[in-house]
Every structure is written in C-alpha cells, then in structure tokens.
C-alpha cells in the first residue's frame, strides 16, 4: 500500500487584515515555527474521520485511491494562525504525492478556500490558503488580485505570542463582518477600506527597510481593527504587553494570537508572566 505525508505552516498576518476577504490588501507571513502535518495511507476504503481532510479529499480534482487519513498539528488551536486552512493546504499536497498529480500554489489555494467556505460553512478570508500554498512573505492585493513575494530578510526581528486558554473560532468574528458589509455599513466599509490602504503602505515600508514606517503601521492596523469589531479585552491584552514595553503589535489573525517586533527587553518575560506562549518568527520559505 502507498502512503504519503504533506505538512503546511502556520499563517501570521502583519497588516491589513481582515481586508482580504473584501478586495483588500494584506501583507502576512507563513510560520515555520508551527505547522500542520497529513499522512495518507492507501486503503481498501476511505477511512477519514476529520471533515477538514474529507472536504479537501472531495475537492481534489484528480482521482486518487480510498485512503485511511492521520492528522498531527503544532499549530496552538483557534487563536487565528490558520490552524485549518494548514490541515487542508497538507492534505490536498499529500493527495497530489499519492496520485502523481500536481497542483500549482494558486489552484491549491482555491481548492482549499472552497473546501472550508463552501463544503463546510466556515466564514473565512482567502489569505490563509495564499500564505499556506506560496510561503514566505507576501504581499496579496485582493483587488488586482496579486500576489507579490516580498524579501523576509527585510523585515525586523518580530515575535508571535498566544493565549489558548482564551481561544475562539475564526467564523465568531468573520460571519458577524460579512453581515455587515452585505448590509452596506458605512463605518465597517471604511475601516476595511483603509486596512487596505495600511497594507499597502507597509508592503513599501518593508520594500525601502523602514521599520520604523512599519511599526507605526502594525499599530495602525490593531488601531483600525479596534475601530472596527468589539475585540475580546483579553486579546486586547496582548496587544497591551506589548505597547507597555515599546513594540508594537497587531492581531495575527482573528484573535488569540499576536505578531509585532520582537526588540522590546523583557518582552518574553512579561508574556509569560501572563500564561502566554510566545516565540521568535521564523518565516517558512
């Protein structure tokens, strides 16, 4: 019998988001840090118990033989680092070892949004499958529909910090936004507007090595976030530590989860103290 493994990282989002799901732009990173890992086994019949591999097996456009399906995961659950999205991007590589077929990084994407968006209900933006399928550090115009690498040595040291204690699924937060913005809310379109716009401005921060123009636009991206959705004070927290001891911080994704500059002293320390985890990012090529 055939078998064959596939792993997919972590996604940390650096500016703009939740534009994404909106025409916007986004500027995130794939975390080699953490990952999600799929072993496929050929089988007499399928034996998948996890809806996130069945649904990427019923999207996979090639045939391929019944499987038996194990899931391993590093990714810290429901604190916004596209712990899903990875399961899925792993599985649809692991199905293309098995079956000999090959699927380029924006066809894996779309396979894998469709899969959770539609086969599964989950409220979600595409960028995590963009991130998870390309690696590396990317800047995504929505709109244009773009997706631009960006040089990861460019950036400043940053760090990742999470509470799971206090994790939420990803659609408690996108499904209430959708709403809103199908009901043409004034005040969400604008906050989504210039989300876009900070993203955009940091991708040419990034590209000149301003990090000082990309600190000031992570705050700006928490900032507007907070403008726009009732963020849990505990998530807010984090963001907090991190201002109180001079860096600068914004959501990783939709709460839990933090990115920001890691040149703080004592920064570690004082997440710590509070429960958190907390890590130096390492970018996934």
Not at 141 to 163: G, N, Y
């Amino acid at each position: 019998m055939r078998t064959a493994t596939a792993e997919a990282p972590a996604r940390a989002a650096l500016l703009g988001n939740p534009s994404d799901g909106y025409g916007g732009h986004v500027v995130a990173l794939a975390l080699a840090n953490f990952s999600a890992t799929v072993q496929l086994d050929e089988a007499a019949e399928d034996d998948v118990a996890t809806p996130l591999v069945r649904a990427a097996i019923g999207r996979f456009p090639h045939a391929c033989p019944p499987v038996r399906a194990r899931v391993e995961t590093t990714i810290p659950r429901s604190v916004g680092l596209g712990g899903s999205s990875a399961i899925v991007i792993a599985t649809l590589r692991a199905l293309c070892k098995l079956s000999g077929a090959r699927l380029e990084a924006p066809v894996l994407a779309r396979l894998a949004l469709a899969a959770e968006a539609e086969d599964l209900g989950i409220a979600a933006g595409p960028q995590d499958r963009v991130v998870q399928a390309h690696g590396g550090l990317l800047s995504m115009d929505f709109s244009a529909r773009t997706v631009e690498r960006l040089d990861a040595a460019a950036l400043p040291p940053l760090f990742l910090a999470w509470r799971t204690e206090h994790a939420e699924a990803s659609g408690a937060v996108h499904a209430p936004l959708r709403e809103r913005v199908e009901r043409g809310e004034a005040r969400a379109i604008a906050c989504l507007d210039e989300l876009a716009r900070v993203a955009r401005r940091g991708r040419d921060a990034i590209a000149a090595g301003d990090h000082g123009a990309l600190a000031g636009l992570i705050d700006r991206t928490f900032d507007v976030r907070a403008e726009l959705l009732a963020l849990d004070a505990r998530h807010v927290r984090l963001v907090e530590i991190a201002r109180d001891h001079g860096a600068h911080a914004t959501f990783a994704g939709s709460g839990g989860a933090v990115v920001g500059t890691a040149t703080a002293p004592g920064l570690r320390a004082a997440y710590e103290a509070e429960g958190c985890g907390f890590a130096e990012v390492r970018v996934a090529a």
